[in-house]
């Protein structure tokens, strides 16, 4: 549909997700508003910044884990070449750290899948005004996150490293520094986390969104 079609008073989505029936579900639920109209879909991160570029929509929906490239990545990409982009991030993942690269990316709402329909209205009409929309547990999450002291991108590298199940020595041959300042990264990252030994610290990874199995 090209651009000169669609009216002018209608907020005009783009929906990025990786699941078929997800973008079909969610592109229904939105064509019922009279206020709204899906405009573009797209099955990746590549995909979705080159609809934005050829669409330039109101709201853009991006789901953060797809194939070829991921949410925040085509987040970043696009706010990079558009400042006025207002992209709501509509994903399962919870993790705080999630919530934290999509906004710190330029996202300028954060929702989860499980929202009732009439949040997620809410939050694109909320974000086509060019106002924020943070789910309520989704800011919860980003405000607990900046209290916990934060990790370094070293720290994070051991961290991931940890979390396929691999030895100090074996840490050490892939990020080529000793033994022993693979100790002392180790030490720093288990105080940060509040926990005692490296299981703890993967759980805590995983949990906040550090790290994924994935």
Known sequence: MSNSVVQSNLIRVLIADDHPVVRQGLAAMIEREPDMIVIAQASDGRSAIEMF??????????????????????????????????????????????IYRGLQAGAKGYLLKDAEPDELL??????????????PTVGAKLAERMSYPKLSDREKQVLRLMAVGKSNQEISSALRISESTVKFHINNILSKLGVHDRTQAVLVALKRGFVSLS
């Open 122 to 135: 809410t939050a694109i009409r909320t974000v086509a005004s060019n106002q924020k929309y943070l789910q």
């Open 53 to 98: 570029r050829e669409y330039q929509p109101d709201v853009t929906l991006m789901d953060l884990r797809m194939p070829k490239m991921g949410g925040v990545g085509a987040i970043d990409a696009i706010c990079s070449e558009f400042d006025d982009a207002r992209i709501i991030v509509l994903t399962t993942f919870d993790g705080d750290e999630d």
